[in-house]
């Protein structure tokens, strides 16, 4: 047996569990892996999207792949249950009603039954925190199954595996179209809503800032270390997955968001708009432009992209766009952290009213995003508000 600690993010990146598992999960053939499972008790659609590639990869190339996931502390979001009942085989959910336990493992094996297999255990829920962006740790061991001490503990995971998917114990159930109907009605205090849960704290596992500052913190007593971005969403479709009924997307390509006064007021922030900050990973990777005031505070970072805005006059492509994550200065009035897009671009800035959307759409031609512009009552404005009242939502 190979053992090997990993202290991420301190480590090197294709070291964290994140990269560590896509290239594993890609280069199956290879390695001989037939069998992918994981036992974790968070996972979000953050964490799936990055991976989601990569295990797509690994069933196309014959792979099979089991899940256990929790459901305690709205740790685990709708959204994700759809998007990985569709990426695996097999998936079952584990709750005991009992508030004294909460279902909290961490683990993670590829194997070659007989042969060779990979064991990764630690502190990293499937989410991009935990994949990519927290203070995790990790241990992994390389198991030659063909040495009796390897074998028994390949053995042993594998009846870990085996009781928390014993049904018989009514806390452990496997996911099908059915059941998450019933959850979603029955249930709906046990998983998180990624679409409505407007409190960031709700998302901070998620891993949603790409880089740039951390949560808000009042006082002066800690400060903030410098890693690494997660990497972007892998927006490649599945192609091996199983079709879940009236979700034929399984990968979130966008967002959208109702401008407010704010946003179109020439002398609030002249042509800057907020976007809500769980949608920063969509934008590309950003730097410091702006270091902190005596305070620690007052920082900035930004990167620039090119967008293709669509709207009633037509196509304007602003090749000048920039996307901005503010850190507000000591004592400033707003001290939260906020992230801005601004088109850069005075003609564009000119088009917008109060009340439109901007449906922001991933792309992977010159262009980073195609911004459509919807006014109020128009087919694509409906098409994504609906009923709700809300604000902003994914695509």
């Known amino acids: ?167 018989s114990t009514g806390c452990s159930l496997r996911l099908s179209e059915e059941l998450m109907n019933r959850l979603e009605n029955e249930e709906p205090s046990l998983l998180l809503d990624e679409e409505t849960a407007l409190d960031e704290s709700e998302l901070t596992d998620a891993g949603v800032v790409a880089e740039g500052p951390g949560r808000y913190t009042a006082g002066g007593l800690f400060s903030t270390r410098r890693f690494a971005p997660a990497p972007q969403p892998d927006l490649r479709a599945p192609r091996h997955g199983r079709r879940v009924a009236g979700r034929p997307r399984v990968i979130r390509r966008g967002f959208w968001k109702v401008l407010s006064n704010f946003d179109v007021n020439p002398g609030s922030a002249p042509g800057q708009i907020i976007v809500p900050i769980r949608f920063a990973h969509y934008f590309p990777p950003v730097t410091m432009t702006h270091g902190p005031d005596a305070g620690g505070r007052g920082r900035q970072w930004e990167c620039s992209l090119s967008v293709l805005l669509s709207g009633p006059s037509g196509n304007i492509v602003a090749d000048d766009a920039r996307f901005i994550i503010y850190e507000p200065h000591t004592g400033h009035p707003r001290p939260n952290t906020e992230s801005r897009f601004t088109f850069h671009n005075s003609a564009i800035f000119s088009l917008l009213s109060t009340g439109d959307m901007l449906i922001f759409q991933r792309q992977t031609s010159q262009h980073w995003f195609r911004v459509t512009l919807a006014s109020p009552g128009s087919r694509q404005y409906q098409f994504h508000r609906g009923r709700t009242n809300l604000r902003f939502g994914e695509i």
């Open 1 to 167: 047996m190979r053992v090997r600690i990993t202290n991420q993010p301190a480590a090197e990146r294709d070291e964290w569990l994140g990269y560590n598992l896509r290239s594993l999960l890609e280069s199956n053939r290879e390695n001989g892996f037939v069998v992918f499972r994981f036992m974790v008790a968070f996972v979000r659609t953050s964490g799936l999207v990055r991976i989601a590639g990569a295990m797509d990869s690994f069933r196309g190339n014959g792979g099979r792949v089991e899940a256990v996931l929790g459901l305690d502390s709205r740790g685990t979001s709708k959204q994700a249950l759809r998007m990985l009942h569709g990426l695996a085989h097999e998936v079952y959910v584990y709750h005991d009603t009992s508030p004294n336990r909460t279902f909290h493992p961490k683990l993670y094996l590829l194997a070659n039954p007989g042969n060779n297999a990979i064991v990764l255990i630690g502190s990293s829920n499937l989410t991009a925190g935990g994949l990519f962006t927290n203070y995790e740790i990790t241990a992994q061991m390389d198991l030659d199954l063909a040495n009796p001490d390897d074998s028994y503990l390949y053995r042993s995971i594998d009846q870990i595996f085996t009781f928390y998917k014993d049904a």
